[in-house]
């Protein structure tokens, strides 16, 4: 009997009812990522010395919100997104556009657009746009396209016109983040290895001339990067004192609220790319090492839901989501660690930030939707199909 | 249901994702990996810069031991100043609080441009200072003005204060902010960089610095990455130093000041039997209270050009040819050498002839016979000449060396000097020359190249009137005091001759000193002059008359000196005045020391004697 409900449910998923839907969501993923949301809020609160005000309260009340958004976004069936990708991605583009012509210029880059009602980072609505129109350009290829060369430009170009746009803001993480999500759906379709190694060897011999088109403060970031200890009192400052703050945190951390790193601001604008280092200074290995087995967990389970997915399109979508979560887990992570220079990267869920959050429930919200419509069949062009 | 093509390409997709795991997985052990290598292995590193990072330690200053004198007078206090300081985070417009300010008290173009460069330099909540040394009034309408004077802190300073002001301030001394070369000197001492403070410089200040000084408190607070102390983590109040009691008698040594008036020279009062000194006195002197704050520079050239010497302690650092002074050695040693007998008269011509050399007499036809306390009584020349030519120039360095000519005193002052008791290696070794017989005649009358301190002829007359004990000489006034029981080996009788003869100065007439005898109830006093040549007397001037005294610039003038003791009958106190330049000493010095030592006696008269010989 239940078998039978199930596969009625399966020829007719396009017609899942509310219920059927509340039903196939999956909490436990939902727990997880809210688990996280928690944590950092916590963290905040502790950042402000145990106040509310000014990150902790706000940043529920977006989490509020932006969990609206996930539910919303996971009730939306499927093959409307499919439906839908490159218009959203379209509407990105035209964001960027935006941005470059009629943008607020906030810390020395260009990256916020003002829509009267909210301060919106179209590059960070990018990443999904991008996941999106890139999930469903490769739904209907077979491996032979994948391998053509021809049939790879306009994906390439998908990517390449966004990143672009973005470098000119600058944003050189949001850049890279686009690119590697873009490199990791590649990856998972079908593109030959080799095809990697041309291009990795490509740029490598680029990168003298891709350095002289760089910001001077991005060389300088670079650079200090790979020196901190040269500047100490300038740029080399974010990232000793955080690897400070970082380091005294030692096995068991400080302890709650007793962090002297960040209470006595030796971090400057720890609240939102450092906050990770409260966690540490605060929690210690054990904290922080939890932290990222927490994420870990949420990445593994992005990739388990793209496994259970039946459509391509929803694999790839998943894919690409889990590995931009993942993104931004290493840049951060690998930055205020000393491993990756300071790109402006913040810590996802944690980073006191409103569109990172709202970004990030988005893409949870559309992978929840692929789990919810995991067993759907979608066609060629989006329709179901009996084949 | 599905064709094989979508089939393969889910295939490949599964195994790329597992790849993709698998590279995820790596990434995180290699975060945890970094994690476990910042936290643990390197853990200690970090704490230790976070630690660095939040604390400091700032040390707060001790209040320095208080001076005393001998009776309970301060000589040296901590005195609470006031100074007013901004902190300009605190207002606004920290224009219009120091422009009210200059309304109520007003400041000098220099201090204007100090302020403003420390506006300059320093960050907003560090305290700026904007005028110190206030007095208890101005820091009191200050208060009273508070609400035009946003961010204006008045703070307690303390700084010291000597209430005998130049009376004392060479034995005293004095604490004076620090110059780069003690900066320098000290690099690594932390409380050398506080602000305000001072470090004693001469007399006891310096001395007895370390014990003076106290601990300093230690404050560690906890600062936030802009500086700013945000708690005090631990706190060690600083201990005050310790207080010091003096062997100096204020009254005297006011009386002493006051009589040596504009004289340039030293007195020196002690006990002789417990070698305290009651009074050191160098003319002219300075104010203390002066040096505690940074000297205007017109001051200080006044103090540096004055040919007096202000600074300069004379009693134990200006060294003199002790003169007639120093025939008291010479007939102890011709008494100890057995030459001279009580009775025995050498005869005084007025001159000694040496080869083809005339040694002269201050008389200039000579004093006749003489007996040794004749001898002394008219201070003549010639007897001491014919003493030293038969006993030899050994015995009287032996002598004089017992009674500490050439030798550090024990006040431990800096800057003392030795003095010089020369001697025929000495004069080998220093002027590549023999020692001839006119040397230990020039010695025998206190001339030459033989020099003392005050300090020193102090002692020597003191050990004289103790009867030949040593003597320890001290300032700090010490609970068990030693009194002076070793004897430094003369005959008793010999010692008493020699007192004898210095009664006989001031006591009798026709004695060098016999202007400033006094009898209080029976109280005497014994003493001997002295008169020593700054430059030679040649031949030509000697024939056509010595010029008179008054008749020289003050810096060719005699030194003139007295040392004395009292009561004859039991003495108890010793007494040096160098008056520079003074022209005779029985003119110059003399009548000073004898007004001192009559207001010794008037303050410790004999029942209530401090100590009374056994």
């Known amino acids: 009997m239940s078998f039978f409900k199930e596969r009625n449910c399966y020829l007719k998923n396009y017609n899942l009812s509310f219920i059927d839907k509340i039903k196939r969501f999956n909490y436990k993923y939902l727990f997880l990522i809210c688990s996280v949301v928690f944590i950092g809020i916590g963290i905040l609160y502790s950042a402000a010395n145990g106040h509310w005000q000014p990150w902790a309260s706000r940043q529920f009340l977006r989490f509020l919100l932006s969990l609206g958004v996930l539910i919303f976004v996971s009730f939306v069936n499927l093959r409307i997104w499919m439906k839908y990708a490159y218009w959203i991605y379209g509407i990105g583009i035209l964001l960027l556009i935006g941005v470059a012509l009629f943008g607020h210029v906030g810390m020395g880059a260009q990256r916020w657009l003002n829509l009267g009602f909210i301060n919106l980072q179209p590059s960070e609505v990018m990443k999904i746009a991008l996941i999106l129109a890139l999930s469903k350009y490769f739904h209907s290829s077979s491996l032979s396209d994948i391998h053509s060369i021809q049939y790879m430009i306009p994906p390439a170009l998908m990517m390449i016109l966004p990143v672009s746009l973005i470098l000119m803001q600058p944003d050189l993480g949001t850049a890279l983040m686009l690119v590697f999500a873009t490199g990791a759906i590649f990856f998972v379709v079908g593109v030959q290895v080799w095809k990697f190694l041309i291009v990795l060897i490509t740029v490598s011999g680029c990168i003298p001339i891709l350095w002289s088109f760089l910001h001077d403060y991005q060389k300088q970031r670079v650079l200090t990067f790979l020196n901190p200890e040269n500047d100490p009192l300038g740029a080399g400052y974010h990232i000793m004192q955080s690897k400070i703050t970082l380091g005294s945190g030692g096995l068991f951390g400080k302890g709650f609220m007793e962090s002297t790193q960040s209470r006595l601001n030796f971090l400057p604008e720890k609240q939102t790319d450092f906050i990770f280092t409260v966690l540490s200074e605060e929690f210690g290995f054990f904290g922080s090492a939890s932290l990222i087995c927490l994420y870990l967990i949420i990445i593994l389970y992005g990739f388990y839901i793209s496994f259970r997915c039946n459509s391509f399109f929803g694999k790839v979508l998943a894919i690409g989501l889990t590995v931009n979560f993942a993104l931004y887990v290493f840049i951060n992570i690998g930055m205020v660690m000393g491993l990756l220079p300071v790109v402006g990267v913040p810590l996802p869920l944690v980073s006191y930030g409103g569109t990172a959050m709202m970004t990030l429930f988005l893409g949870f919200g559309l992978i929840q939707s692929v789990y919810i419509n995991r067993d759907m069949v979608i066609g060629r062009r989006g329709s179901i199909e009996d084949e | ?614």
């Not at chain 2, 460069?117 to 200072?129: D, G, L, Q, T």
């Open chain 2, 1 to 614: 249901m599905s064709t094989p093509w979508k089939y393969e390409r889910i295939r490949i997709l599964n195994k790329r994702v597992l790849a993709l795991i698998g590279i995820f997985v790596l990434l995180i052990s290699v975060l945890i990996f970094r994690l476990f290598y910042l936290q643990i292995i390197e853990g200690d590193k970090y704490r230790q810069l976070a630690e660095k990072n939040r604390t400091a330690i700032r040390l707060t200053l001790p209040t320095r031991g208080v001076i005393y004198d001998r009776n309970g007078v301060r000589l040296a206090e901590n005195h609470k100043k006031f100074q007013a300081v901004l902190i300009r985070e605190e207002t606004k417009n920290y224009q219009r609080t120091l422009d009210n300010f200059r309304k109520i008290i007003p400041l000098d173009d220099e201090e204007i441009h100090r302020i403003a460069k420390e506006i300059k330099h320093k960050r907003a909540f560090m305290p700026i200072r904007i005028k110190d040394n206030l007095t208890f009034k101005e820091a009191a309408l200050l208060q009273m003005n508070a609400t035009d004077l946003i961010g204006l802190h008045i703070e307690e300073e303390t700084t010291r204060l000597y209430p005998l002001k130049a009376d004392a301030s060479h034995v005293v001394g004095y604490v004076s902010l620090l110059s780069d070369k003690d900066m320098e000197q000290d690099p690594d001492n932390p409380l050398l960089d506080l602000p305000g403070y001072r470090i004693g410089r001469i007399g006891i200040e310096e001395s007895l610095q370390d014990r003076l000084k106290g601990k300093p408190g230690i404050r560690k607070t906890e600062i936030n990455a802009y500086g700013r102390s945000v708690r005090i983590l631990e706190e060690e109040k600083p201990s005050k130093g310790e207080n010091i009691t003096l062997t100096i008698d204020s009254r005297l040594q006011k009386f002493a000041t006051k009589r040596m008036g504009e004289d340039a020279g030293a007195v020196v009062v002690l006990d002789i039997y417990t070698g305290e000194i009651l009074t050191m006195v160098s003319t002219p002197s300075f104010d203390s209270n002066v040096f505690t704050m940074p000297i205007p520079t017109k001051v200080w050239r006044n103090i540096i050009d004055n040919e007096k010497k202000p600074l300069q302690n004379k009693a134990i650092n200006g060294m003199y040819s002790p003169g007639s002074i120093f025939k008291l050695v010479v007939a102890l040693a011709g008494l100890e050498s057995g030459y001279i007998t009580p009775q025995r008269k050498i005869f005084c011509s007025g001159r000694l002839q040496l080869g083809n050399q005339y040694f002269h007499c201050w008389k200039r036809y000579g004093h006749e016979h003489l007996t040794i306390e004749e001898a002394l009584m008219y201070s003549c020349d010639v007897y001491f000449y014919q003493v030293a030519q038969e006993i030899g120039v050994e015995k009287i360095l032996e002598v004089a060396q017992r009674l500490g000519f050439g030798e550090e005193t024990s006040l431990m002052l800096t800057g003392e000097k030795n003095g010089l008791l020369p001697s025929p290696l000495w004069k080998k070794s220093h002027h590549k020359d023999n020692w001839r017989m006119g040397d230990t005649l020039n010695l025998s009358i206190g001339q030459g190249f033989l020099t003392a301190t005050p300090i020193q002829m102090a002692r020597a007359v003191a050990q004289i009137a103790n009867g030949g004990k040593k003597l320890n000489m001290t300032l700090i006034k010490d609970s068990n005091i030693q009194r002076a029981s070793a004897y430094l080996g003369f005959n008793q009788k010999h010692i008493q001759i020699v007192k004898n003869g210095m009664d006989m100065v001031v006591n009798k007439k026709g004695g060098t000193a016999y202007k400033v005898q006094f009898d209080m109830n029976g109280q005497k006093m014994a003493g001997k002059t002295a008169s020593t040549q700054v430059r030679r007397i040649s031949m030509k001037e000697r024939h056509s008359g010595v010029i008179s005294q008054d008749k020289l610039p003050w810096k060719y003038r005699d030194h003139g000196m007295f040392a004395a003791f009292a009561p004859i009958a039991k003495p108890r106190f010793a007494i040096v005045v160098v008056v520079e330049h003074g022209g005779g000493g029985s003119s110059s010095a003399a009548p000073i020391a004898s007004d001192i030592m009559q207001e010794v006696l008037r303050l410790y008269p004999s029942e209530n004697s401090i100590k009374k010989d056994k």
